[in-house]
């Protein structure tokens, strides 16, 4: 939705929906502003790579650093807020990413092109559908496509703590190995789509 000829756009979001007792239902929407849109003419394999990297980004900052060397005390002190938390960052920048970037795991993995990286692409790609499958098991929800629920307000079992804490440690390091990587490649691109001879010493620089 576009505000006049400005450059301003909102997004309609569903915020509430209630069913009436005439069968119909009754939605209240809000309009969310918006500050871009998907990426326009951008290689698709560079698209997905671009669009990772921001997700891990996210990830990395917003879920890894403040809750993962504290989960467990976080768990005990409150731990409706504790799911809450995790499930807004979860569910945020899911969204965004298929919201704005190009984002396919797939096309991830055909962004590189030794067989060393693919290979380590692959496994971060089986080894994070299991840890991110745990991780939401462990805030409550047993399917990772349904993930807009209510959260409980009750202790973490020993078990969903288990797995949240072993998940989100695993998180951490794949987080670490794929920014590593990803980073690298991305600048490889880049420099080949403006011309400019890749040495190894720029590419150390740009992961770092």
């Known amino acids: 939705m576009f505000v006049e000829q400005g450059p301003k756009r909102y997004r ?18 809000l309009l969310i502003e918006e500050v871009g849109g998907q990426l326009q003419n951008v290689d698709k394999y560079l698209g997905a790579l671009l ?15 403040p809750f993962t060397p504290k989960v467990r005390i976080l768990a005990s002190i409150d731990p409706r807020k ?22 396919s795991p797939a096309d991830v993995w055909d962004a590189f092109e030794s067989s060393a990286d693919k290979s380590k692409i692959l496994d971060m790609i089986e080894k994070f559908d299991r840890t ?13 496509t349904e993930t807009f629920g209510e959260v409980s307000n009750q202790h973490f079992s ?5 797995l ?7 998180l951490e390091e794949m987080n670490r190995d794929f920014l590593d990587i990803a980073v690298a490649r991305a600048g490889v691109l880049i ?18």
């Open 132 to 144: 991110y499958r745990n991780i939401w098991k462990g805030l409550g929800f047993m399917d990772v």
């Open 82 to 103: 504790l799911r809450l938390d995790l499930q807004t960052c979860f569910n945020n920048i899911f969204i965004e990413g298929e919201f704005r970037g190009i984002y």
């Open 158 to 162: 020993a078990q969903d703590l288990t």
């Open 164 to 170: 949240l804490d072993t998940g989100l440690r695993e």
């Open 12 to 29: 309609p979001v569903i915020s509430h929906a209630n069913k009436l007792s005439t069968g119909r239902v009754s939605c209240q929407i």
């Open 51 to 65: 669009t990772g990297i921001r997700m891990a980004v996210r990830i990395r900052w917003e879920v890894i650093r």
């Open 191 to 208: 420099r080949k789509e403006l011309g400019i001879t890749v040495q190894s010493a720029d590419v150390i620089a740009v992961a770092a």
